[in-house]
């Protein structure tokens, strides 16, 4: 009896590779498949890799070779959708996939509506293939500037979104932003409205502590060399700590300059 059980042991212990590791790709479904390299097993039996799973169903694709592909169409995904694959290799070696970057959301956004409404921003899209954020965007002072941010559902069907904005005085212009894993913006088109609030203004031009604006506003200070080194929100600015000199700074939507004496 004891014979036999050795027997049994030692032939669980063939049959199961001595576990190694385990690639875990995490991302979404973009329509294309990966692709593998998978070298021998360092017994020189068969190969590296002994189990493939997508969202824990073992795949049924050829394994046993030296180069194989991973078909993520049969499982009837839709674009965007969240998908887990992981890659059982054997001790002693490591395969390697070819393109990771396919499990990787892509900007394809298209937005069916855009609209400011008091202080708010609301959009609505289609056809999104990844949970992305929406970066919000705001022309002022001849540059487009970061006012905002909202993550993205990712999803196909209609989406809607909304996100606080600030109004300068005079016209004001948004336009909605993604950035995919290529660095490759996708822009919404511009939306352009005029704010009846009066114009922000400030004082003194030659500081010593503080500068005071008329309202509350976004603002920005740069040195004589074009490095920021103030930005906020708010009606005053405590700049005791600037270094004497000439300043530039934009706020509401304007440009201008003061000395720091």
Known sequence: MK???????SI?????????????????????NLYVKNPFAPSGVGYCIYEVTVNGMTTTDEINSSAFEI?????????????????????????????????????????????????KIYWSTVNESGPLPFVIEQYRWNK?????????????ILNNYSASVRLNSGENKFRIKQLDYRKKPRYSEEISLVSNK?????????????????APTMYEIYDAYGGIVFKGYGDTIKVAGLTKGKYYINYDNKMERFTKK
Do not use: H, M
Not at 13 to 22: D, E, K, M, Q, R
Not at 144 to 156: F, I, L, R, S
């Open 12 to 32: 669980v212990l063939l049959v199961i590779p001595a576990f190694a590791g385990n690639i875990v790709l995490k991302g979404t479904f973009q329509g294309e």
């Open 71 to 119: 078909d993520l169409s049969v499982y009837g995904f839709k674009k965007g959708e969240e998908l887990t694959v992981a890659i059982k290799y054997k001790e002693g070696c490591k395969p390697k996939v070819l393109n990771p970057e396919v499990l990787n959301a892509v900007a394809t956004f298209e937005i069916k509506d855009l609209k400011v409404e008091g202080d």
């Open 144 to 156: 487009w500037v970061k006012v905002g941010e909202v993550k993205g559902t990712g999803k196909q």
């Open 198 to 214: 009066p114009e922000v203004t400030f004082s003194p031009t030659r500081v010593i502590d503080v500068i005071t604006f008329s």
């Open 3 to 9: 014979k036999f059980t050795l027997i049994i042991v």
